[in-house]
């Protein structure tokens, strides 16, 4: 276990299967609707790449880059687009893929975004929920994992940026965060 983690809360194994039946979900539901499939950078760019791999219907994907942490573990309230689609949504099936959903502000944000810009429909799915720490009212249409009120890094998940890279779910030492 890489040496700033304190506990796994979800290993590769776990993860992979989840993404696995979310994906399937997704292939009957989106069937027929050649949906444009959004990842939400950064935090989501390793469960677009693994979800996308287990949905079987033609689809299109896109990037688009937000951020309302910066180098804190807690959001700041205010969204920025830090890089911007590249295609059109108007017209189109458009499915936002976040790694997690805390506050919900940065979803809201994004949803507002696309629906004014005519998307057909705007789903969402996210590996993590935390609706306890919910500020807008916001469901997401598919959740992997609902997951208490604990800051947890890896599978894209960043704290100040690192961490990104594990293949699992962990919490940190605690005393990571007051270095
Ligand atoms: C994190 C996470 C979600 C968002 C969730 O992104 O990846 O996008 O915060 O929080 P919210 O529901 O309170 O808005 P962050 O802003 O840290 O950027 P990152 O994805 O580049 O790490
Ligand atoms: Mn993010
Ligand atoms: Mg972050």
Not at 91 to 114: A, F, K, P
Not at 144 to 161: K, Q, R, S, W
């Amino acid at each position: 276990m890489f040496r700033d983690i304190q506990e796994v809360f979800y290993s590769e194994e776990q993860i992979q299967a989840k993404v696995q039946e979310l994906g399937q979900q997704i292939s009957k539901d989106f069937e027929g609707r050649n949906p444009l499939v959004i990842c939400v950078l950064k935090g989501a760019f390793i469960f677009m790449a693994d979800l996308v791999k287990q949905v079987s219907i033609p689809l299109e994907i896109d990037f688009m880059a937000v951020s309302s942490y910066g180098q804190s573990t807690k959001s700041s309230g205010v969204v920025k687009i830090i890089k911007d689609l590249d295609v059109s949504v108007e017209g189109r099936h458009v499915m936002i893929v976040e790694d997690i959903i805390d506050s919900g502000l940065t979803l809201s944000y994004l949803i507002d975004v696309l629906e004014r810009r005519n998307a057909q429909s705007v789903s969402v799915v996210t590996l993590f929920n935390k609706p306890a720490r919910r500020t807008v009212d916001l469901q997401p249409d598919y959740a992997g994992f609902e997951i208490p009120d604990a800051f947890i890094v890896g599978y894209g998940l960043d704290y100040a940026e690192k961490y990104r890279n594990l293949p699992y779910i962990g919490v940190l030492k605690p005393e990571i965060y007051s270095t």
